[in-house]
């Protein structure tokens, strides 16, 4: 590997203050600076993400200021009007001010063209969030003509409001502080802000604080910035970008990114990107990120402190906040989805070795992930709404439980079936009703001894996360949840940019498989005969891509329509009102689909968001459970034998941990000596 950051190279000439400033809890792993080869690495580079669209023109940069510059006059009206109403002195109504901040990727410098906005309101202590912010501003922003798709999120982890100004997306926070009057120069990097605030206010502030403290904490911002994008546009590519879903968010990428700045404050971009791979393919997690030294202050606010605080020992990959109260901001992370992101760490860490080899362009690191190739067995959950605004906010709540549904799996298998959920939705555009599809890939844990005819079954488990779906606070008519395990071979044809197509070829059946196909395809071959299967299956498959309708399910596997139970049929179908019949064919396939596939026992009843809690299975249910040879034992009562992962509240906090005392050993461990000897964490692998 040709490298500019080993102990034999001599460091380029760097501007005295990287040699005398430490950057972050540790001294670098290297000063060295770039060579020409790293110079003309990092203007290729720079040329692909240009050439990519990651950056936005001059006109909507432009737009993007005009728009904050608006938005800045309407709060600032909203809170003078609220001062009038109140009663206060002429004087103050006229003093009466709000400010408007930016954070995220806006604020770090690395938004691209439709990025959204992430801004912060501050207000004075008189006005709340609670009535003031959700429902007078809200009133106001519904009666602008440039507001659309605005959308209240009261009961979030952090409240938030999201809607489009002018077409520029917009996620507006709230934060009232103890102050009466705000000024334009407020500093928001002030501990004082946090004076006399509560918990909700203080994570509203975060973002903001992190972003400022992030700038001020790395080596080189340009560089930062270009790396942090390039690392962005990565993670998308590779389906990795997603906290929601248990992946990671904008800021996590940006505080692990600031971290290998630090490790090479003289590095330009092109060795930030490989060595960032470098880093984190070797990191030992739980093993803390850190930026600077945790502060603890006596405002009260919890700290992230494995030491004290028991829910933070079960943190997987444990990325924190730099700016004070410190957390972890990524407590999504669970154990299948670190598994997923440290497959994609070496595939990037691969690439980079060939890019520096010459045997690599950058664009082989920005392949696409194929997902849909890279498991056998997958959960598709389809979520239907009446309309598009049901849709928009029925997603959001589904998408945002998805992360359960990945911990309640790794729970009741004991870690054994691991899942890779998709942080991408796709839509079908054959339907007649609103609808989005989420899908989440199954496989056995590797290494794992397994018991011949061993099955998972997981319907339990499905129908517990359907049953917290079900909990939606403002569910409406129309709102639907449908989750079923399907094969590689029978994923829909919506899900492919360019139509159906399989890359496999499939190979030729023996006479096991045979006989399974013709117990499984009763209907359409009957007779068991390969030829006439295929014959039949070729046709079917033909049909359906020239009516381009969701009948799929039917083509490649029907089943035996006699083993539904003529009630659930009933039920299924009648709960998509104003869908058309191909949606309800799709339901009652899903119904008729439900037998062990691979050793996974797969919930295919649908799951409808009005049933209250309530499910019904069919007959074949009976067929499954007797034709088992061994079941999971325990189902719903074990704990990851990987660590604690059962989380109950919204917050990702556990409710209990098994394990605590493993927990609290590792927690020590990574807390007291992990991020105070990094060399030690790496054994010399990044110094060389």
Not at 14 to 37: I, R
Not at 178 to 187: E, K, Q
Not at 430 to 447: D, P, T
Request: aromatic share 10%; charged share 25%.
């Amino acid at each position: 590997m040709v490298g500019t950051d080993g102990l034999n190279v001599s460091p380029s000439p760097s501007p005295p203050q990287h040699k005398e400033k430490q950057w972050g809890v540790t001294k670098p792993l290297s000063q060295a600076g770039p060579l020409e080869v790293d110079i003309q690495r990092s203007k290729e580079l720079e040329k692909f993400l240009v050439d990519a669209g990651l950056y936005e023109s001059a006109e909507e940069a432009a737009k993007r200021e005009e728009v904050l510059g608006r938005l800045k006059q309407v709060v600032k009206n909203w809170v003078k009007e609220l001062t009038r109403v109140r009663g206060y002195s002429d004087q103050m109504v006229e003093d009466a001010n709000a400010v408007i901040f930016t954070f995220g990727s806006y604020r770090l410098g690395v938004h691209g063209p439709e990025a959204d906005i992430d801004t912060l309101c501050v207000g004075p202590s008189y006005v709340n969030r609670e009535e003031d912010f959700f429902y007078v501003l809200h009133s106001i922003l519904a009666e602008m003509e440039e507001v659309t798709e605005l959308q209240p999120v009261p009961d979030a982890h952090v409240p938030v409001m999201r809607f489009k100004f002018d077409g520029i997306s917009i996620d507006l926070l709230y934060a009232s502080i103890s102050l009466l009057v705000v000024p334009d120069d407020l500093d928001i990097s002030n501990m004082s802000v946090l004076y006399d605030i509560d918990e909700p206010t203080a994570r509203s502030l975060n973002g903001c604080r992190v972003a400022d403290q992030i700038l001020k904490l790395v080596p080189n911002i340009e560089h930062f910035r270009t790396t942090l994008r390039c690392l962005k546009f990565w993670a998308k590519r590779r389906g990795v970008y997603s906290n929601v879903t248990g992946f990671l968010g904008g800021v996590n990428w940006a505080l692990l990114v600031a971290r290998v700045c630090q490790f090479y404050p003289n590095a330009n971009a092109s060795m930030l990107v490989s060595r960032f791979f470098r880093v984190y393919t070797l990191w030992r997690w739980p093993n803390p990120v850190m930026l600077c030294e945790i502060e603890d202050d006596e405002l009260g606010f919890s700290v992230w402190d494995p030491r004290k605080n028991p829910w933070d020992r079960c943190h997987h990959m444990p990325i924190i906040t730099p700016a004070y109260p410190c957390m972890n901001s990524s407590y999504n992370v669970s154990i299948s989805t670190l598994r997923v992101m440290m497959e994609q760490f070496q595939f990037g860490n691969k690439i980079c070795e060939d890019i520096e080899l010459n045997k690599a362009e950058w664009k082989a690191l920005f392949e696409p992930y194929l997902f849909f190739e890279s498991y056998k067995n997958y959960l598709q959950v389809d979520i239907i709404a009446a309309d598009s605004d049901d849709l928009r906010a029925w997603k959001g709540w589904v998408e945002s439980r998805l992360r359960q549904l990945t911990l309640m799996i790794e729970r009741d298998t004991s870690g054994k079936l691991q899942c890779h959920p998709y942080p991408h939705d796709y839509i079908d555009n054959s339907k007649q009703c609103a609808h989005c599809a989420f899908f989440m890939g199954l496989q056995r844990k590797q290494g794992e001894v397994i018991q011949e005819g061993q099955q998972f079954d997981i319907r339990q488990t499905v129908d517990e996360f359907r049953h917290q779906i079900n909990l939606y606070m403002y569910w409406k008519p129309g709102m639907e949840i449908y989750v079923s395990h399907v094969r590689r071979k029978q994923i829909p044809a919506y899900v492919f940019p360019e139509g159906y197509k399989r890359s496999r070829h499939p190979r030729p059946m023996g006479q096991q498989q045979l006989d399974r196909a013709s117990s499984e395809d009763a209907e359409a071959c009957r007779t068991g005969s390969a030829e006439r299967c295929f014959k039949r299956k070729k046709e079917l498959e033909e049909m359906e891509l020239k009516q381009g309708s969701l009948e799929k399910r039917q083509s490649i596997s029907p089943q035996r329509r006699d083993s539904v139970s003529p009630d659930l049929f009933s039920r299924s179908t009648n709960t998509l009102k104003g869908c058309s019949s191909i949606e309800s064919e799709m339901i009652k396939e899903r119904a008729e689909s439900c037998q062990p596939i691979d050793g996974f026992i797969p919930q295919a009843i649908p799951c409808s968001g009005s049933s209250g809690g309530k499910m019904e299975h069919h007959d074949r249910d009976n067929e499954i459970n007797a034709n088992m040879t061994t079941s999971n034992q325990g189902i719903g009562a074990q704990t990851s034998d990987a660590g604690c992962i059962s989380y109950a509240n919204n917050d990702g906090s556990p409710e209990g941990f098994s394990q605590g005392d493993i927990c609290e050993v590792n927690s020590k461990l990574c807390f007291d000596s992990g991020c105070k000897n990094v060399a030690g964490v790496f054994e010399g692998g990044l110094r060389g």
